[in-house]
């Protein structure tokens, strides 16, 4: 029963809840046999959100302000230029995968330079910077459609001993976060900063370098998100990533982390994603109408976070 | 023979002056919109066509602005400015079909010509080359009762939810069902008109669709995402209707030399923007335009895939650009 306490009382069980409560709904509709086909899709499309969600998580954690929107830009380029350097050659995916790395940190120290040096707040200079990747992408090749090397068109679209590769990828980058925050010292400061930036300066904390340190692994992943989609679905396209600006911060928000910062939570960030994808499933399967679908994507999503937030009095 | 030469030297006056007249006027393109493949050729063309007509001395200049929002409120604004730099006339592409009109009503009261296409704007005094979406999805019913006498089950993908154009195709696809009732459609979804958000709603949508599906309706920009999806579930293709991407077509050129596949592919061209470049010179020359015009579709069959194909960029879309004469022929085709 206090197991049970305990267990009701983490912040992130609401979103595994709604995930589990919405898989059951859409899979009685055929009445379970869409149960595996529908699992190893929500899986496939979960792990974007869920690699772009740890980032946006940290991000969010370091305080109120900080928001990372150039999320999409930074996968539309990082897709774009990729996939051209490599040429669908499979001998030059390393070469990729260090171009991509590179826009990646590119980008994080232009945000955080933004942010600092010219003292714009996060909103606004992830916003701006992000039309300016997004216009470097459009100028580098107008959205041309270069097909991926085809063992990382492979790897991406295969699945492992029934599960996809990328949800074990998106696993690998969950346990480097988790034990980064709750065992390492990078995750202390990023809470402490997020919880009172002064205190944690007085502290001792490296203010600076943790933010910026957070901001380029934000992009640096969300660059990784990027050259994944753009290899999962035979290659970048400019609007790639828009979809992914409101859905990092809502995993993030959903999955139990504080708004406010200064709290963060890995495994939540799991269950939002699924959820995410799940109720659209749900509601296309059970054919609602487009406003319909909206009204009750914002209804559920709503709940959850109502339930999330319940912080039990101790 | 005397006669010949009088009617060709009139003819050739008549072009000189109808040259003259419009050899000073300014023409600016307002565009709300460039990150998609679409938009990307449709500005291409602008420009392939527009500068050799600036050259010729047909018109003094024609520049391209685009807003980067894609909101009304900035493109308005954005129009505003063109007013206050002495375009004499604006060809619109709009966010919205009813919030721009009233600094579309500011241009015309400034005695500045409006044309709109695509995106129209529904302010009386502008011109409008509106394409037929409803047609657009009826003769997308119309093809697959063709191909298909015995009917089956459908999945439609639809655009943008709340836009005028989804609602407009989706209402010709309901209508041809309702017409051809042999057909059924079992599943409906959201692609936004891009090929990565449609793979994941059909992903999301096909372990609880019948296996039997025989067709996929579609608005464009979504084919090949969708074929991604039924090939990663392991399902028999159905017949996709493409929408003239080049990935659409270079995925139908390959199912078509492996297994013979066959569908159709329509779409509007980009390069209306040309024609709604044509159509303004035409106004400024002082011809008379009817206020409502419509788009042809480009429309790629079996037959014709290997030649769009060939003349599509990579990545692009298969585009044809308008002439003066396709523009005068649009024109008399709506009088």
């Given at each position: 029963m206090t197991s049970l306490r305990t267990l009701f009382a983490k912040p992130w069980i609401w979103s595994f809840l709604a995930a589990a409560g919405v898989w059951l709904v859409t899979i009685v509709f055929t009445g379970g046999a869409s149960a595996a086909g529908l699992s190893q899709a929500a899986l496939t499309f979960a792990a974007f959100s869920i690699i772009v969600g740890i980032g946006q998580m940290f991000v969010i954690t370091l305080g109120p302000g900080n928001v990372d929107l150039s999320i999409p830009a930074t996968m539309t380029l990082a897709g774009t230029v990729a996939l051209k350097i490599m040429d669908s050659s499979n001998g030059l995916i390393l070469m990729g995968l260090l171009v991509t790395l590179l826009i990646g940190l590119a980008i994080g120290i232009i945000n955080y330079a933004l942010i600092k040096?010219?003292?714009?707040?996060p909103i606004i200079a992830t916003l701006s910077s992000s039309f300016i990747i997004q216009s470097a992408a459009i100028s580098y090749n107008r959205g041309l459609r270069i097909k991926p090397p085809s063992a990382l068109a492979e790897f991406t679209t295969a699945t492992t001993l029934g599960i996809p590769n990328l949800a074990y990828l998106a696993l690998a980058v969950s346990v480097a976060a988790w034990v980064a925050l709750e065992k390492g010292i990078y995750g202390r400061w990023v809470s402490a900063v997020g919880q009172n930036m002064r205190a944690a300066r007085m502290a001792g904390v490296p203010v600076d370098g943790v933010r910026a340190a957070t901001y380029l692994l934000c992009a640096v992943l969300a660059a990784l998100a990027g050259l994944l989609l753009s290899c999962f679905s035979g290659g970048a396209a400019?609007?790639?990533?828009?979809?992914?600006l409101l859905t990092s911060i809502a995993v993030v928000v959903i999955g139990g982390t504080a708004v406010a910062g200064g709290f963060a939570n890995v495994p939540g960030i799991w269950g939002a994603s699924l959820f995410l994808f799940l109720v659209v499933s749900m509601l296309n399967t059970y054919g609602a109408a487009a406003g319909i679908r909206l009204l009750l994507t914002g209804t559920i999503i709503i709940a959850v976070i109502i339930a999330a937030s319940r912080r039990p009095r101790t | 023979m005397k006669h010949f030469v009088v009617m060709t030297g009139l003819t050739v006056l008549l072009t000189s002056t109808a040259l003259a007249e419009t050899s000073a006027k300014r023409i600016a393109l307002s565009n709300n919109?460039?990150?998609?493949s679409w938009r990307q050729a449709m500005l291409q063309s602008w420009e392939t066509i527009t500068k050799p007509a600036v050259e010729a001395g047909i018109v003094a200049a024609a520049d391209a602005f685009t807003t980067a929002e894609n909101q009304a409120t900035e493109q308005a604004a954005q129009i505003q400015n063109m007013i206050l730099e002495g375009y004499d006339a604006i060809v619109v592409n709009a966010a919205s079909p009813t919030a721009l009109n009233g600094a579309v009503k500011e241009a015309c009261d400034a005695g500045i010509t409006v044309v709109s296409f695509d995106g129209i704007v529904t302010e009386p005094c502008a011109w409008r080359i509106a394409v037929d979406f409803k047609q657009m999805g009826k003769d997308q019913l119309t093809y697959l009762a063709e191909k298909l006498p015995e009917g089956g089950k459908l999945l439609e993908i639809r655009g943008l939810a709340g836009v005028f154009v989804d609602d407009e195709i989706s209402a010709g696809i309901h209508e041809g069902v309702a017409e051809n009732?042999?057909?059924?459609?079992v599943g409906s979804v959201h692609g936004d008109w891009a090929q990565d958000v449609a793979q994941k709603a059909v992903a999301g949508i096909l372990p609880s669709l019948p296996e039997d599906i025989v067709g996929v309706v579609t608005q464009g920009g979504d084919g090949y995402g969708a074929a991604q999806a039924f090939a990663a579930a392991g399902r028999d293709m159905p017949l996709i209707i493409m929408g003239n991407r080049q990935d659409e077509l270079a995925w139908w050129k390959e199912q078509k030399d492996a297994n013979g596949y066959e569908t159709m592919s329509v779409s509007i061209a980009p390069g209306v923007s040309t024609l709604a470049f044509w159509v303004a010179q035409q106004i400024l020359d002082g011809q008379d335009v009817p206020k409502e015009l419509v788009v042809p579709f480009l429309r790629i069959d079996q037959d014709g895939l290997e030649a769009s194909l060939e003349t599509t960029p990579a990545g692009g879309v298969a585009n044809v650009e308008y002439s003066l004469e396709d523009a005068q022929a649009v024109i008399a085709a709506a009088k």
């Open positions: 040096l010219l003292r714009i707040p400019l609007n790639m990533g828009a979809e992914y | 919109y460039a990150g998609n009732p042999q057909f059924e459609i």
